[in-house]
């Protein structure tokens, strides 16, 4: 039985914030790993000690693209897994109390918080204002309440929105909190730096940033007591148990390298694909989401007035346009964007949410292409629903 392409033919990705490309010098540099490498990191010998040099050089690349050291990174098998690691670790290491996660977190985030009720902890939420920003009056209120761990966002997965962090983890400290950043969408699309922010802990994932799949690091201050959540062998200073995926790893550090090198020319890049989208956009009759706060370069979330966002997500994807509906780990919910309602989105107008995320390798013929296609079938969809009422 032959196995059909990875990729369909002739289309044009603009999904990125799902998941990228892997670079053709990430993967030659994971090849060797992959097809010659058989020691162990933790073994003695020299095939042991090779695969170890080489987890620890990537680590102070991860480390150098986060504004953190190497010592901080703990290697992850996704932005899930640190995630989980960082809520439920660190809470269960300060008293019962109240964790406080932003109404736009991913679920990756949110629900490992509901998950620490089972141990007598509460969840509660942020809120955040019409453009996805943290409310930081109601955040300091909140804050007078005996409080574990604030966990926010760095940058948004579906409306781009880059939050005032710093001033957000100077409020968490202040108030004897300890404060993580899931930081996987920010990145390699805006300047990224653990120490600048004043966090306790950050999350950053590989594949975002055209590395490979499987890789991630929890960015860690060492002065904080952390709960590991898989016990075994004792890898990663006893953190995170489980052999290493050395090719993996290898492939994350350079990604990092590379986006921080190439961070520049990737924002000018995107910036003008989203320019060129958004002008052309603005003939339609539809809302673009967190358009007046600051934004990841490559991102805009929009909608069309009475046209379902996954009925439009499919009409593109069989012209060979690859876009989305919202967060790519919870694609097959009909459900509105919570991140949209929390920003006080109309039901009717979030369910019509579609989300377009470019990276460097995109142009702008397939941007003034995808807009020819896009007025078309936008056309050709309420002419159908018209009919149907």
């Not at 097809?35 to 990537?58: K, V, Y």
């Not at 995630?83 to 809470?91: L, P, R, T, V």
């Not at 109390?97 to 089972?118: D, F, G, K, N, W």
């Not at 955040?128 to 604030?150: C, E, H, M, W």
Request: charged share 15%; proline share 3%.
């Amino acid at each position: 039985m032959s196995l059909s392409s990875p990729k369909p033919m002739n289309s044009v990705y603009f999904d990125h914030n799902a998941t990228t490309q892997i670079d053709s010098r990430v993967l030659a540099a994971m090849l060797p790993w992959m097809q010659l490498q058989n020691g162990n990191p933790t073994s003695r010998h020299s095939f042991g000690r090779s695969a170890r040099d080489a987890i620890e050089h990537a680590r102070t690349q991860v480390a150098e693209a986060c504004g953190a050291y190497a010592n901080q990174v703990i290697f992850t098998a996704s932005g899930t897994e640190a995630n989980n690691f960082a809520i439920k670790g660190m809470a269960a290491s300060r008293p019962t109390s109240q964790i406080l996660c932003s109404a736009i977190e991913h679920p990756c985030v949110t629900r490992p918080a509901l998950a620490m009720q089972t141990l007598g902890y509460s969840s509660n939420q942020i809120a955040v204002d019409r453009q996805g920003k943290i409310d930081l009056t109601q955040l300091q209120n909140q804050l007078k309440t005996p409080t574990a761990l604030v966990s926010v966002m760095l940058a948004n997965n579906e409306t781009g929105a880059v939050q005032d962090l710093a001033e957000i983890a100077q409020l968490a400290r202040a108030n004897g909190a300890l404060i993580h950043s899931d930081a996987v969408q920010a990145l390699g699309k805006v300047a990224v730096n653990f120490s600048e922010l004043g966090l306790h802990a950050m999350s950053v994932s590989s594949h975002k940033i055209h590395g490979p799949q499987g890789a991630a690091a929890l960015i860690l201050d060492k002065r904080i007591d952390i709960q590991p959540l898989l016990h075994g062998g004792g890898q990663e200073k006893g953190l995170r148990s489980g052999t290493e995926n050395i090719a993996a790893i290898v492939g994350f550090g350079l990604a990092c390298e590379l986006a921080v090198s190439n961070l520049g020319d990737y924002q000018a890049r995107t910036q003008a694909l989203r320019t060129q989208l958004e002008q052309g956009l603005s003939a339609l009759n539809l809302n673009i989401f967190a358009d007046k706060t600051a934004r990841l370069s490559n991102t805009s979330f929009f909608a069309v007035q009475d046209i379902e966002g996954e009925t439009l997500v499919m009409a593109l994807d069989r012209q060979g346009y690859a876009v989305a509906s919202g967060s790519a780990c919870s694609s097959d919910s009909t459900e509105p964007s919570h991140v949209l309602l929390a920003m006080g989105v109309a039901p009717d107008i979030a369910r019509g949410a579609v989300r377009v995320s470019f990276s460097a390798h995109n142009t702008a013929a397939q941007v003034a292409d995808f807009l020819a296609v896009f007025t078309n079938q936008i056309s050709k969809l309420k002419q159908l629903s018209a009919m149907a009422a």
